[in-house]
């Protein structure tokens, strides 16, 4: 699912760069679109996915985990697309951003702190 989404985002990304250089709009939509979209949603999804499996334990979603995401994807949204519509809107959209893509990470951080801080559950070394 998450794969589908930064896919989709990559998208986003090459239809504004299309756009700003038929439009002279700025290129930094597309780069948002890319760097907060794509990457951000795909670090955290693997960072969730990889976290267990180093750990020993089973490679599953711990709760939080799709609601960060989901935020992470809005920021890239109001990022990129928002802007784009209503560029007057860029002074409280910054802050909105910042704030999701912090408290996306942060609901990563505390719900897989426990594990990365314990031992391996299975035993082995690691």
Do not use: N
């Not at 794969?3 to 250089?21: N, P």
């Not at 907060?36 to 939080?64: D, E, K, N, W, Y």
């Not at 949204?77 to 409280?92: N, Y």
Request: proline share 2%.
């Amino acid at each position: 699912m998450t794969d589908v989404v930064a896919k989709a985002l990559q998208q986003t990304r090459l239809i504004h760069e299309g756009a700003d250089f038929f439009t002279g709009q700025r290129v930094e939509t597309a780069l948002h679109a890319l760097a907060i979209g794509s990457m951000g949603t795909m670090m955290l999804a693997m960072m969730s996915r990889v976290s267990l499996g180093h750990t020993g334990r089973a490679i599953r979603t711990l709760p939080g985990i799709g609601v960060a995401l989901g935020v992470l994807l809005i920021a890239a949204l109001l990022r990129s697309v928002w802007l784009v519509l209503f560029p007057q809107s860029s002074h409280w959209v910054y802050s909105v951003v910042i704030i999701a893509w912090c408290l996306s990470y942060l609901v990563f951080v505390l719900h897989y702190a426990v594990p990365l801080l314990s031992a391996r559950v299975d035993g082995e070394d690691g």
